[in-house]
T-cell receptor, first 112, second 114 residues
Framework: GQQVMQIPQYQHVQEGEDFTTYCNSS?????IQWYKQRPGGHPVFLIQ?????EVKKQKRLTFQFGEAKKNSSLHITATQTTDVGTYFC????????????FGTGTSLTVIP | DTGVSQDPRHKITKRGQNVTFRCDPI?????LYWYRQTLGQGPEFLTY????????KSRLLSDRFSAERPKGSFSTLEIQRTEQGDSAMYLC????????????FGPGTRLTVL
């Protein structure tokens, strides 16, 4: 079955440093979404990528979708303490209807 | 509050008992999803409704699990003969059929099976 893996599992950074999490799928995806989950909270939608090679930016966050549509990344520039949380990618395969497969998540800790 | 709501927020039950959870999606959203999340893991897809029709169900989902969305609005998830391995956070999400497919998640129901 479809698997979505993320690395790293945990990341500790000093405030102001950059952060990147990588998402890899075992199969080609039709689209990919990114969510942020604060400790004790529920996932909150950040963005959706659909096109091969697509790059989208939201302030300090940059999202990329690989050319082969099997991988994606989220990069945060100059982290802030408000960026703390777990970041999940969620991919939908071309033959999986509306099932989204969530990655294992990357837990980000920002040290002030 | 016009977000997704779930009830109850917490449920403690003994092994072998049945439990039922409710989800009220955002009113104009016709898509509704159920997920299960355990500590340190991402949400695991359980099932999906479009209006009142259950269109997809995880192949990994035990037949002890059943979900309904009778009028295309709220949904219920029932677990029969609960097992300790069912202990998890059960998340509901809703979305519109068109647009970015953004899923709006509820606060979840935390189930503990003793």
């Amino acid at each position: 079955g479809q698997q979505v893996m993320q690395i790293p599992q945990y990341q500790h950074v000093q405030e102001g440093e950059d952060f990147t999490t990588y998402c890899n799928s075992s199969t080609t995806l039709s689209n990919i979404q990114w969510y942020k989950q604060r400790p004790g909270g529920h996932p909150v939608f950040l963005i959706q990528l659909v096109k091969s090679g697509e790059v989208k930016k939201q302030k300090r966050l940059t999202f990329q979708f690989g050319e082969a549509k099997k991988n994606s990344s989220l990069h945060i520039t100059a982290t802030q303490t408000t960026d703390v949380g777990t970041y999940f990618c969620a991919g939908r395969g071309p033959n999986t209807g509306n099932q989204f497969y969530f990655g294992t998540g990357t837990s980000l800790t920002v040290i002030p | 509050d016009t977000g997704v709501s779930q009830d109850p927020r917490h449920k403690i039950t003994k092994r072998g008992q049945n439990v039922t959870f409710r989800c009220d999606p955002i009113s104009e959203h016709n898509r509704l999803y159920w997920y299960r999340q355990t500590l340190g893991q991402g949400p695991e897809f359980l099932t999906y409704f479009q209006n009142e029709a259950q269109l997809e169900k995880s192949r990994l989902l035990s037949d002890r699990f059943s979900a309904e969305r009778p009028k295309g609005s709220f949904s219920t998830l029932e677990i029969q003969r609960t097992e300790q391995g069912d202990s998890a956070m059960y998340l509901c999400a809703s979305s519109l059929q068109v647009g970015a497919n953004e899923q709006f998640f509820g606060p979840g129901t935390r189930l503990t099976v003793l």
